[in-house]
């Protein structure tokens, strides 16, 4: 079965610090990987996505994302965190090929970054 | 500037009551998507529609209706027999052609029990 996990439900990070949210998925075929961010009673912002190439994924607002194929895994990573990134981040996951559209989603990770 | 709008933002609804949610997209996206969120669960899916007149049911779809008669516009009715209402609704579009493609997101509708 399709899966996304996002281990910790929330992560605290001092202003400046890099910060580190950890996703990690199980889906037959390559992998299409997505990561969203949502502000308090606002819907989902897309941030990037890894369909296919290079490992490492850069995305809006200086954050970026490593696939791991052996590891399952796709952390979203940022090297200086800000205040103004405190927000809840969803990974999800759609399997690759065919016409499949549905997104397979984690259950999220609050972000508290604390200056 | 395009985008996908939902209304009302907040929604009240009485026992008994079925109440619509709107959802009107300008990105000239084929495919769109109702989600529900609840605090720690996630998105939901409730149901989603790859083309006009066609849709299909989510993973949670009981006590909900939908209508895909224009491209643009895909409102959800949450009806009297769905008995745990209260949820934050978000709707979503992407390009119908590009599965590859992220979805885009309206700021969601937020509906209470009266």
């Known amino acids: 079965a399709q899966s996304v996990a996002q281990p910790e439900d929330q992560v605290n990070v001092a202003e400046g610090n890099p910060l580190t949210v950890k996703c990690t998925y199980s889906?037959?075929?390559?992998?299409?990987l997505f990561w969203y961010v949502q502000y308090p009673n606002r819907g989902l912002q897309f941030l990037l996505k890894y369909i296919t190439g290079d490992n490492l994924v850069k995305g809006s607002y200086g954050f970026e994302a490593e696939f791991n194929k052996s590891q399952t895994s796709f952390h979203l990573k940022k090297p200086s965190a800000l205040v103004s990134d405190s927000a809840l981040y969803f990974c999800a996951v759609r399997r690759g090929g065919g016409n499949n559209r549905k997104l397979i989603w984690g259950l999220g990770t609050s972000l508290a970054v604390n200056p | 500037d395009g985008g996908i709008t939902q209304s009302p933002k907040y929604l009240f609804r009485k026992e008994g009551q079925n109440v619509t949610l709107s959802c009107e997209q300008n990105?000239?996206?084929?495919?769109m998507y109702w989600y529900r969120q609840d605090p720690g669960q996630g998105l939901r899916l409730i149901y989603y529609?790859?083309?006009?007149?066609?849709?299909q049911k989510g993973d949670i779809a009981e006590g909900y209706s939908v209508s895909r008669e224009k491209k643009e516009s895909f409102p959800l009715t949450v009806t009297s027999a769905q008995k745990n209402p209260t949820a934050f609704y978000l709707c979503a579009s992407s390009i119908g052609s590009r599965v590859d493609q992220p979805q885009h997101f309206g700021d969601g509708t937020r509906l209470s029990i009266l």
């Open positions: 529609s790859q083309i006009v007149n066609d849709f």
């Open positions: 990105l000239n996206h084929d495919a």
């Open positions: 889906v037959s075929g390559n992998p299409y």
